[in-house]
């Protein structure tokens, strides 16, 4: 059956969605989701069966049928991890960040028996970051968003929101053809591709800091360091992945 996909914006749209942050419903986020793949199934009138060889989740069952979602167990935290694209989350992979290596920042459970909406964030940018970083140093990022493990009115940014921010910043970097030429012009030339001078990427991380302006300078500068650290750790993501693909594909091939 096809799998059910979500990009990183369609899935921290969902989860804001879900919280009351967002004026959009979360059944709306995953029929726009859905259709997308399915524009000429739609057109010919055989969007049924398209969708009934869809592989849905009891998660997003649920989530479909109107069900009211505070909080997940991490089975459906890593049932929504599988339809995020390039991800590679796992339930055993949470349970020691959970257990371990960022207890401090997890803990337990804040929704009853269940993981809050932004305890889940927070393990997809864990997710994310690890792509890129040692958890010691995805440790010192949370130290300066996030301060006092124990509280979450100290927050710079909420971790749905963080992880919303960062998503729209890469879905950007995808669909502008100038920022990917540049990428790769420097990469030829050996030379420094600076982020903080493209002026479209720049724009849109200058949209978010300057929403939260109830931050100090310095601290408006973490966030935006934090922004950056991410979506290029979502792109070191994708050409994991890419290699991942093109590495089974030529062991598929020798024949």
Not at 41 to 70: C, D, M, R, W, Y
Not at 101 to 126: M, R, T, W
Request: hydrophobic share 40%; proline share 3%; glycine share 4%.
């Amino acid at each position: 059956m096809e799998s059910f996909a979500l990009t990183r914006v369609e899935m921290s749209s969902l989860l804001l969605s879900l919280t009351g942050l967002s004026d959009r419903k979360p059944l709306n986020i995953l029929q726009e989701a859905w259709a997308k793949f399915h524009r000429e199934e739609l057109q010919k009138g055989t969007s049924l069966p398209a969708f009934l060889s869809t592989n849905v989740p009891p998660i997003l069952q649920k989530i479909i049928k109107g069900g009211h979602v505070k909080g997940f167990s991490l089975g459906e935290i890593a049932s929504l991890g599988h339809l995020i694209e390039y991800s590679t989350l796992t339930v055993t992979a949470m349970q020691n960040w959970v257990k371990r290596d960022f207890k401090e920042y997890l803990g337990s459970p804040k929704e009853g028996k269940k993981y809050s909406v932004n305890q889940a964030a927070l393990l997809f940018i864990i997710d994310d970051l690890k792509s890129a970083l040692n958890f010691e140093s995805i440790r010192q990022l949370f130290q300066l968003m996030f301060l006092k493990p124990d509280r979450d009115d100290d927050d710079l940014i909420e971790p749905a929101k963080l992880y919303y921010a960062y998503a729209g910043l890469f879905e950007e970097i995808k669909s502008n053809p100038s920022i990917q030429t540049q990428c790769k012009v420097d990469q030829v030339l050996h030379k420094e591709f600076s982020w903080k001078e493209d002026t479209s990427l720049k724009s849109s991380i200058d949209r978010v800091i300057n929403r939260l302006t109830h931050l100090s300078r310095a601290q408006r500068e973490s966030v935006r360091n934090m922004l950056l650290i991410a979506t290029i750790s979502v792109q070191t993501c994708y050409f994991q992945s890419l290699a991942r693909q093109y590495f089974n594909a030529a062991l598929f091939l020798d024949f």
